[in-house]
């Protein structure tokens, strides 16, 4: 059974963007993979993601917006992640568990939830292998400029203060630093770089993962 490599960072870190580059350097090399997002990803967990992005879900206090997402990826696992883990199948997610902690847990301040998030993400890993995470490191603020310039669609959480952002940003860091304690793989990317050179960084750390036995 495979790992799943999830690419992680805030707003307008290039996410999306290195993903689309991911996939053309993938086909060219005839690697086959499923490229997946969340929250969504199955056909229950992109109606979670319509409510999650309502202005219902905006208001939703932390638990909520926990529960919400959790029950997201219970679906996402069961009909897209852990049947491609099985046949083999490379899996990109863009956004993973990593994301519930920075934007649940350390940006909406709901500390009180931490213990609940790791017990909640033991039962979920159960019978998998721990995901390989890529995080596309960039300041918030250049993040935020990002999207900005960007233009396009936008949803509420890129609209928040640059202090939300930051706790985003001390929250994915937190995450990481527990999951390395915990023996997981964590591999940081320099987001600032040149598009081309963040494509290929991602891109070795995949093949690396594909050498994996
Ligand atoms: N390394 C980079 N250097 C400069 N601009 C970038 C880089 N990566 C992404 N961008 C631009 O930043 C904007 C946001 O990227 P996007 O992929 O939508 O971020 P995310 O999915 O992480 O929110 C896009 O306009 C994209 O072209
Ligand atoms: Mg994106």
New binding site residues.
Partial sequence: MRRLIVLE?G????????LKLVRQKLDEQDIPYLLTREPGGSLCAELIRDLIFSDEGKAADALTQFCLFWAARASHLQWQIRPALRSDCVVLS?RYDASTFAYQIAAKNGQDLASLFWTTREMFQRGMLEPLYIY?DVPPEI?LA??Q??GGKTTHFDDEKIDFHRRVAEGFSQFFQTIEARGGRVAVVN?????EA?VQRVVTEILIELRQP
């Fill in positions: 960072g707003e307008g870190a290039g996410k999306s963007t290195v863009d596309l993040g990002r999207v310039s960007r987001a600032q770089l040149p598009l963040v």
